[in-house]
Structure formats: C-alpha cells, structure tokens
C-alpha cells in the first residue's frame, strides 16, 4: 500500500474541482497538489493507528513529496526531514519527483538534482528503509535511462514506473483539464517503460509497474515486460475494491495456463 504524497510542511493542495473521470476512456485526471497534514501530523497520525490497531499485513511505501513553499534548490532538505519524521512507519519510501502537480517538482528528476534528492533522503534514512524513485512516463527514454543510472548509483531499492501523464488520448471532456491522467489511456506507455529499464537492467533491478491496470491481463501484461510487482490506482474508483480479487485470481488462472508455479517465474518473460 502507498501513502501519500507526504510533504515537510502542511498545505491544502489545489483548488477544488481537482479531480475529474471519463468513465467512457476508464481515466482520471487529478490536480491534487500533495494535499496533505505534513510530516509532523502525518507520523503522530501513524504512530496512533500503530498503536490502536493490530500490525498492518501488506507492505506500508510512502510517498514523498517537496513542499509547494519550499524553493526548488532547497528540495533535498524538504524531502530528508519527511523521511526523518517518518522513518518508524515506512516499509519503504517513494521519492515522487514526478508528479505534475507541484510547479518544478519534475526538475528535479535531472541526474544532479535527483541524486541531491536522493544523497539527503538517504542520510535522514536512520533505519535504512528500502528507497524507490518514482517516474514520469513523458520523458524521453535517453532521460528514463539516466534516472535509472542515477537511482542505482545513489543505491535506490527499485523504481516505480509510472506516474501521471499530461499526454491526453483525445479532446473529449475531460480532457481539456490539467492535471495528471490515469487510467486505461496510460497503460501502453508505462508497459514500454517497464520494458525499457527492464531491459537496460538487464531485469536485475525491481520495477513496480502501474498505469491502467484494471485486469489480470493489464497485469500479466506488465511482468512479463519486466515489472516485479503492480500496482492500481484508477481501477479502485471504475470497479472498486474488489478488483484485487479479480486480478490475483486471473493471475492465478494464467500461471497455470503457462505451466508455472509462481509469477517470479513470469518477470521478464517476454523479454527472454
């Protein structure tokens, strides 16, 4: 599960109306803009459902966002006082450099300014949680390939690929919105860039694959390109949660239609 976005400093996000679905396209458009209670709020939050409930039973990532009032050259102190204030909580943490809502916040996925993001996260990181950088899918490969260079040299866990697009399917309503859209229209462009890094890693490196996935073929889809684990966001709102089920269950279904036995078997099966 990814919580999230978290930010150094509290902020209410964008204006409302700030999200928007085409239920024909199975596509949102969100202008959220890290609305959030901050990094103090966000861990006495935590350490309270820590505290009242039974220990959570799925991985807990959370997503790391620059504040909006905090200048971008100041963005690595944003980020590494979040991850020191929730460094008890997290099971991993996202560093989201790529979402389209912050002005300037996809900057800083350039090699100098990620790895600055990245160097001081890893400092605040006392507990050594496991780190994955999280991508746009509207930059060019050569710019993909280079994050990637850059994340495994400062040592990053894996890459989650990918965030929202600006890129719009056509000009219907919704479309005219800005924000990032999600959902069905996403799913061919993350699927190439799971390929891309899963083949320049030579699927050595773990890649979280999400962008319109609602099925277990949408998921499948994107293992056997390379991704080591999936995720969904958009198919919550079109089919609820009960969409989980259906997916493992499908997955289920193809592995033995494949004669396998577990789907790290099928990571990168295309690519062999």
């Keep these: 599960m990814e919580y999230g976005g978290v930010t150094a400093v509290e902020q209410d996000g964008n204006s409302r109306p700030r999200m928007f679905r085409s239920r024909k396209d199975r596509a949102l458009i969100n202008r959220m803009g890290f609305n959030n209670p901050g990094r103090e709020a966000t861990a006495k939050r935590l350490a309270k459902s820590f505290q009242s409930r039974k ?11 620059k504040s909006k009032a905090t200048p971008i050259e100041n ?15 997290a099971d991993a943490f996202v560093i989201n450099v790529s979402s389209p809502n912050t002005p300037g916040l ?5 090699p100098k300014q990620l790895k600055n993001v990245i160097e001081a996260s890893q400092i605040a990181n006392e507990k050594n ?35 929202t697009t600006l890129t719009r399917p056509n000009e219907d309503k919704p479309f005219g919105e800005s924000g990032g859209l999600s959902g069905k229209p996403l799913r061919k462009r993350s699927t190439d860039v799971i390929r891309l890094i899963a083949e320049h890693t030579n699927g050595e490196w773990p890649i979280i694959g999400v962008g319109g996935i609602s ?29 989980i089920k ?4 499908g997955l289920q279904r193809r592995l033995k239609e494949e004669g396998l036995t577990s789907l790290d078997q099928a990571i990168g099966a295309a690519l062999r």
């Design 106 to 110: 996809r900057s800083l996925q350039s």
């Design 55 to 65: 220990p959570i039973q799925v991985p807990l990532f959370i997503n790391l966002g």
């Design 246 to 249: 259906k997916i493992n269950t």
């Design 75 to 89: 963005a690595h102190e944003d980020y590494a006082q979040t991850v020191s204030s929730l460094n008890e909580f």
């Design 215 to 243: 099925t277990a073929d949408d998921a499948w889809e994107k293992i056997t390109q390379g991704a080591w684990l999936v995720q969904i966001y958009s198919a919550m709102v079109f089919h609820g949660p009960s969409v």
């Design 129 to 163: 949680v496991p780190m994955l950088v999280k991508i746009s899918p509207d930059l060019a490969d050569d710019s993909i390939i280079e994050i990637v260079d850059t994340a495994r040299e400062c040592g990053c866990a894996g890459i989650i690929a990918t965030n």
